[in-house]
């Protein structure tokens, strides 16, 4: 029963939570122990908090996840984890995760406090809302980008939290766009009714949609007068390539590929796209952190 546990807590979905670190990283204090040693422990709360909503969302799905071709295998659909000690889990993670947000400050365990609350809050039944189910999906991005601003007690651009709203759509899409095309022919309908209203067509004009949104924001805070003048230098904009890519990279593999179901596992899988975000890393780590370079 601990090894079911352990995998429905999906540990490799813990590293969504490294959107936590966006701020303090693009604010040039991921190195300093004030600011860094909050992040870290925010993103341990979110870990915490994100396995108590998964095993939540299985028990709330696990009659339609038995007629799914891939989460049939899930341990609580499969019949291999009972309800009581998964329930018993979910609610002692989220509340850990909240918890320990209050005590980190009351920013972060608000912040927390409501990603926990709009997961639930899908998992009961905002999912049955078009739309509005990628939506409560996104939010989970956005709320962990605050929290590391929060948590760190550091500004964090417009521009920033504008391309953090986008790409966390794009990748919401994405993965509805997967989930439809691998139920096409097995009942999509019969799954989640909200599947029946998502068409490719339709997902992938909003796809496109996003992904413009987020090569377009991030670009702009690049060239931000502000972004400039705090750097000290425009050399930011050399990470739009490898942005342009990396989206570039991930469209192909949710079309030709069926990519994009699980972003972290599409991402992880990757070889290309993994070097991708690797040379975007380390780039914008030498532009922010290494002083004296000159500027394009």
């Known amino acids: ?43 341990g709360l979110f870990c915490l908090a994100a396995s108590g909503v998964y095993l939540l969302n299985d028990l709330a799905d696990r009659e339609r996840d038995r007629g799914h071709p891939r989460k049939r295998e899930r341990p609580i659909a499969a019949g291999r984890l009972g309800a009581r000690p998964a329930l018993s889990a979910a609610l002692l993670l989220a509340g850990a995760g909240v918890a320990g947000g209050f005590l980190v400050g009351v920013g972060l365990g608000t912040i927390l406090l409501v990603y926990v609350a709009v997961q639930v809050g899908y998992s009961l039944g905002l999912r049955s809302v078009v739309l509005l189910d990628v939506f409560c999906i996104a939010s989970g991005f956005v709320l962990r980008v605050l929290a590391g601003a929060v948590a760190a007690h550091v500004f964090v651009s417009s521009w920033l939290i504008l391309t953090t709203i986008f790409l966390s759509l794009f990748l919401a899409l ?30 992938d004009k909003l796809i496109t949609i996003s992904a413009a949104g987020v090569v377009l924001c991030y670009s702009l805070y690049t060239l931000d007068e502000r972004t400039v003048r705090v750097f000290h230098t425009r050399n930011l904009v050399l990470t739009v390539p490898f942005l342009l890519f990396g989206v570039f990279r991930y469209l192909f593999l949710v079309h030709r590929r069926e990519g994009g179901g699980s972003p972290t596992s599409t991402v992880l899988r990757d070889v290309p796209l993994l070097a991708t975000l690797a040379a975007f890393g380390l780039v914008t780590l030498v532009v922010l952190y290494v002083r004296g370079l000159p500027s394009v």
Request: include cysteine; proline fraction near 7%; aromatic fraction near 8%.
């Open 1 to 43: 029963m601990i090894r079911d546990l352990l995998v429905s807590l999906r540990p490799g979905q813990w590293v969504k939570s490294g959107f936590v670190f966006v701020a303090p990283l693009f604010a040039r204090r991921l190195t300093e122990p004030e600011a860094g040693l909050p992040t870290l422990a925010a993103g």
């Open 174 to 203: 994405c993965k509805r766009r997967a989930e439809v095309a691998l139920l096409a022919g097995d009942g999509g309908a019969n799954h989640r009714a909200t599947l029946e209203e998502y068409e490719p067509a339709f997902l």
